[in-house]
């Protein structure tokens, strides 16, 4: 079964300062997709970025960028420039047919 | 693209009465999610939909559980016989379904508190 593990409970950064979130999966396939979400306090979930495992490059949305590294399971997210409206719960995601399986988890914290 | 809608967004019960919760998708989505998500966990799997086909059910879902889509549109997850476990937010996704790559786009959520 694919497992999804975020060791980062919480994290905290300093506004204009740079982060990065970890996250590891477990996974036989060769081919999927892998995807950060944001879940602000009380709002819904929206999706910040996402990376297919065949391409090597790494995905990048604005400040957003990932570090892919297929061998390790390895796919974590930096966020550059950190900015208060940052703060939120941030879920790393796997996705291979139809079922997305989700992380615990990272609550970050951006302070002023 | 209005963005995908549940309700209620709240819901208090006692233990042993049945609710019901509704799901509105993206209009041309034909993909649509279950999820449920406990405080400080991610979303959890329960089921999903293509079109009005229940194409996938977790293992985790006891049979008290059953969610429909009728004319693959909007959708609704009923719990009976509510337990205090049961106790969490429900959260609806809905996705174009073009390859899995295509991203969830979530509700709200309806928050479900049994006492």
């Known amino acids: 079964a694919q497992t999804v593990t975020q060791s980062q409970p919480e994290m905290s950064v300093q506004e204009a300062e740079t982060v990065t979130l970890s996250c590891t999966y477990d996974?036989?396939?060769?081919?999927?997709?892998l995807f950060w979400y944001k879940q602000p306090p009380s709002r819904q979930m929206i999706l910040v970025i996402r990376?297919?495992?065949?391409?090597?490059q790494n995905a990048t949305e604005n400040r957003f960028s990932v570090n892919f590294q297929k061998a390790a399971k390895s796919f974590s997210l930096k966020i550059s420039d950190s900015q208060l409206g940052d703060a939120a719960m941030y879920f790393c995601?796997?996705?291979?047919?139809?079922?997305?399986?989700f992380g615990p988890g990272t609550r970050l914290s951006v302070l002023p | 693209d209005t963005g995908v809608s549940q309700n209620p967004r709240h819901k208090i019960t006692k233990r042993g009465q049945n609710v019901t919760f509704r799901c509105d998708p993206i209009?041309?989505?034909?993909?649509l999610y279950w999820y449920r998500q406990t405080l400080g966990q991610g979303p959890e799997f329960l089921t999903y939909?293509?079109?009005?086909?229940?194409?996938?059910k977790s293992r985790l879902l006891s049979d008290r559980f059953s969610a429909e889509r009728p004319k693959g549109s909007f959708s609704t997850l009923e719990i009976q016989r509510t337990e205090q476990g049961d106790s969490a937010m429900y959260l609806c996704?809905?996705?174009?379904?073009?390859?899995?790559?295509?991203?969830?786009?979530f509700g709200n959520g309806t928050r479900l508190t049994v006492t």
């Open positions: 996974t036989s396939e060769s081919d999927y997709y």
């Open positions: 939909f293509q079109n009005e086909a229940q194409l996938e």
């Open positions: 996704a809905s996705s174009p379904g073009l390859g899995f790559n295509s991203p969830l786009h």
């Open positions: 990376q297919e495992a065949y391409k090597q």
């Open positions: 209009s041309e989505h034909n993909r």
């Open positions: 995601a796997y996705n291979y047919g139809q079922n997305f399986v």
